[in-house]
């Protein structure tokens, strides 16, 4: 069974008095341990589609499955409790706390998914170091650059045994060389740990790591 199904998707916005269709009818799903890389030019619904499979938007019509549970009719707070417990977010955005260190932003993570005290702490600076910043770990995220800051945010999404992660541009403030290292990470994740990832992406590099690879495209996917 896919660990996070989507079925005929569509989300409609309007601006006005028109109705913009974004997703058009859309179908995937997504294995344990899989990789898939997303593109797709911009405006074409890469990240409304990320967004409504992370359960943060809702779809205007079809259904969306995570572990098994349909969330399209589920209630708010339930739904915050599916994003808590099997969702990992890498935001284009980065989303930092700027009153925290790179260590404690990701520290706060594991807190949110049940994991507090020494293991947590423990465990956020592995992250950190993993994603290639351990002498920064300390830094507030105005002493970072953008891509320490991209860094930090990948580790955050890592942070806990969430089963699906969901990353936006997770590369695209990062050089070839750091860009190919995190790509690593996701691809050790997924084998060694069983976990799905959906990358949304411009880079080249992703198709290397990706199990499969599909376009969007006027709301529409279609595999490459």
Do not use: W
Request: charged share 25%.
């Amino acid at each position: 069974m896919p660990i996070l199904e989507a079925n005929n998707v569509r989300k409609d916005f309007t601006e006005g008095r028109e109705k913009v269709s974004v997703l058009r009818g859309i179908s995937l799903s997504l294995e344990r341990g899989e990789i898939v890389s997303l593109e797709g030019p911009s405006g074409s619904g890469k990240t409304t589609l990320l967004s409504i499979l992370g359960c943060i938007l809702t779809a205007t019509e079809g259904d969306v499955t995570v572990e098994g549970v349909k969330v399209d009719r589920t209630r708010a707070r339930a739904l915050a409790g599916i994003r808590k417990r099997s969702i990992g977010f890498v935001f284009q955005q980065f989303n930092l706390f700027g009153a925290l260190t790179a260590a404690e932003n990701v520290e706060y993570a594991m807190n949110l998914k049940g994991l507090t005290g020494r293991g947590a702490g423990k465990e956020a600076s592995r992250l950190i170091e993993a994603v290639g910043l351990a002498d920064r770990k300390h830094f507030l995220p105005r002493d970072l650059s953008g891509g320490q800051k991209q860094r930090v945010a990948i580790a955050r999404a890592l942070a806990g045994t969430s089963p699906i992660l969901l990353a936006d541009e997770p590369t695209a403030n990062l050089d070839s060389h750091a860009g190919q290292q995190i790509l690593e990470l996701f691809r050790t994740l997924a084998k060694q740990e069983s976990r799905a990832l959906l990358i949304v992406t411009h880079d080249p590099q992703v198709r290397a790591v990706a199990d499969r690879t599909l376009l969007i495209r006027d709301g529409l996917l279609s595999p490459i």
